[in-house]
T-cell receptor
Framework: QQPVQSPQAVILREGEDAVINCSSS?????VHWYRQKHGEAPVFLMI?????EQKGHEKISASFNEKKQQSSLYLTASQLSYSGTYFC???????????FGKGTSLLVTP | DAGVIQSPRHEVTEMGQEVTLRCKPI?????LFWYRQTMMRGLELLIY????????DSGMPEDRFSAKMPNASFSTLKIQPSEPRDSAVYFC????????????FGPGTRLTVL
C-alpha cells in the first residue's frame, strides 16, 4: 500500500524547477504532501482531494490524476529554503491514516 | 498555540529495558497517530486513534509494542522489552478527521537501544 515516489533525489540550483511524483496502486481519496528538514518533524504542505479540491501552500502547486492514482508536486523558482525531504501520504478512505512514500530528497544549491 | 508535544526528545536505553514515549496532541484534535521513521523503512504508521479509540494497530511490529490513549489529551507508546532494532525516531501526529485530514507532527523522540 505504500505509494511510490520518484525521483529518489534531486539537486537543483536556486531558481530552477522540479517535479516530484507519487503513485499508488490503490484508488485514492486524497494525497497529502509534507516536507521534512533534517532533524525536524514533517510539515504539512498540501492536500489534494478526489474531485479536485485543494488546500495548501502558496508557492507550491500540485496535481492529482484520479484515473491514474498519481500526484505530482511542482516546485517552481526553487529557493534554498525548499531543501529537504518531500513525502507524499496517500489516504484511501476519508479520515483514515496516511501511507507515506519513502521520500524524495531535494537539495537546492546557490 | 502549542503544537504536538512529545517527551522525551531523546532516549538512550539498554536492550531489555522498558521504554515509554509520551504525546500530547493539539487541543481539539480527535485523531492521533504514532509513526516510526528509519532510514531503511521510511515513515511507518504504527497505530491510529480516533476519538481515543484505536482504529488501526496493524502497523505495530509485535507484542512488545503497545499504545494507549486514556483521554483526548494524552497518549503513550510503550516498548517492553526494547531491542536494538527498535532504534528510530518516533513521531506522534494529531489532526481532525474529516475532509481535510492534515496531520500536525510533534518534534519526535529519538530512541537509541544499545
Amino acid at each position: 500500500q505504500q505509494p511510490v515516489q520518484s525521483p529518489q533525489a534531486v539537486i537543483l540550483r536556486e531558481g530552477e524547477d522540479a517535479v516530484i511524483n507519487c503513485s499508488s496502486s490503490k484508488a485514492l481519496y486524497s494525497v497529502h504532501w509534507y516536507r521534512q528538514k533534517h532533524g525536524e518533524a514533517p510539515v504539512f504542505l498540501m492536500i489534494l482531494l478526489k474531485g479536485g479540491e485543494q488546500k495548501g501552500h502558496e508557492k507550491i502547486s500540485a496535481s492529482f490524476n484520479e484515473k491514474k492514482q498519481q500526484s505530482s508536486l511542482y516546485l517552481t523558482a526553487s529557493q534554498l529554503s525548499y531543501s529537504g525531504t518531500y513525502f507524499c501520504g496517500t489516504e484511501i478512505v476519508s479520515g483514515y491514516a496516511l501511507n507515506f512514500g519513502k521520500g524524495t530528497s531535494l537539495l537546492v544549491t546557490p | 498555540d502549542a503544537g504536538v508535544i512529545q517527551s522525551p526528545r531523546h532516549e538512550v536505553t539498554e536492550m531489555g529495558q522498558e521504554v515509554t514515549l509520551r504525546c500530547k496532541p493539539i487541543s481539539g484534535h480527535n485523531s492521533l497517530f504514532w509513526y516510526r521513521q528509519t532510514m531503511m523503512r521510511g515513515l511507518e504508521l504504527l497505530i491510529y486513534f480516533n476519538n481515543n479509540v484505536p482504529i488501526d494497530d496493524s502497523g505495530m511490529p509485535e507484542d512488545r509494542f503497545s499504545a494507549k490513549m486514556p483521554n483526548a489529551s494524552f497518549s503513550t507508546l510503550k516498548i517492553q522489552p526494547s531491542e536494538p532494532r527498535d532504534s528510530a525516531v518516533y513521531f506522534c501526529a494529531s489532526g481532525t478527521s474529516g475532509r481535510h485530514n492534515e496531520q500536525f507532527f510533534g518534534p519526535g523522540t529519538r530512541l537509541t537501544v544499545l
